[in-house]
């Protein structure tokens, strides 16, 4: 069992009794320190990309893509990066979790 490159799921739930949770993928060291007030290390050292995926499932469900009218209900924009500092800024960190991301079931590259 690998630990995927030592990466991290970032995971932001709208509500306590919603079962959507929107995830992205962080560095966790890097996350750490920004999280904790050091905004001077650049986004893309935090986060694997800026992708973000959404469960309807909550933790069991499969991972797909969030859809622009998703971001923008939920985070009030429908710009990605903007989305991505919300969930980074109110998400909780979970270690050592991830989950499949790509339901082709094909792990591909950027």
């Known amino acids: ?48 990309s800026f ?7 909550g933790s069991q469900g499969i991972l797909g893509q969030v859809s622009k009218q998703q971001l923008d209900t939920v985070f009030g924009t429908s710009k990605e990066d903007e989305a991505v500092v919300l969930i980074l800024e109110r998400g909780h960190l979970q270690h050592g979790k991830m989950r499949s991301h790509d ?7 950027h």
């Open 51 to 57: 992708h973000i995926y959404h469960s309807g499932q």
């Open 1 to 48: 069992m690998g630990n995927n490159n030592g990466l991290s799921e970032v995971v932001y739930k709208p509500d306590s009794q919603s079962t959507d949770e929107f995830i992205v993928i962080v560095n966790p060291d890097s996350y750490q320190s920004w999280r904790s007030g050091n905004r001077t290390i650049p986004l893309a050292d935090v986060v694997d």
């Open 103 to 109: 339901k082709s079931g094909r792990n591909s590259s």
